[in-house]
């Protein structure tokens, strides 16, 4: 069975910076596009970034195009987002999914907090 741990959410300043880290394991984490997507207060749970299986590919969501950054280590089996010039609205839960074109296939991690407030 496969698992995905994220970490490095935390508490910011606006325009301060932050990377998650996911760690995949139980799966062949290189033979699999990845996303990263959040999930703030009162609101549905939204794609931030997308990254495909040799990252040679990224999406973005229009909101965060410019300050955030999807890249992946399949050596070390870890999806990263760097995010930058944080602004309030970046507060959420970030998860990162395995997507699968069977959703009973799909994983999610258990999310990390990312506030932003000063």
């Known amino acids: 069975q496969g698992q995905l741990v994220e970490s490095g959410g935390g508490v910011v300043h606006p325009g301060g910076s932050l990377r998650l880290s996911c760690l995949a394991s139980?799966?062949?984490?290189?033979?699999?596009?990845m996303n990263w997507y959040r999930q703030a207060p009162g609101k549905e749970r939204e794609l931030v970034a997308a990254?495909?299986?040799?990252?040679?590919?990224?999406n973005y969501a229009d909101s965060v195009k410019g300050r955030f950054t999807i890249s992946r280590d399949n050596a070390k089996n870890t999806l990263y987002l760097q995010m930058n010039n944080l602004k309030p609205e970046d507060t959420a839960v970030y998860y990162c999914?395995?997507?699968?074109?069977?959703?009973?296939?799909?994983?999610w991690g258990q999310g990390t907090q990312v506030t932003v407030s000063s």
């Open positions: 990254i495909t299986r040799d990252g040679g590919s990224t």
């Open positions: 999914k395995r997507p699968h074109m069977d959703a009973r296939l799909e994983y």
């Open positions: 139980g799966f062949s984490f290189s033979d699999f596009h």
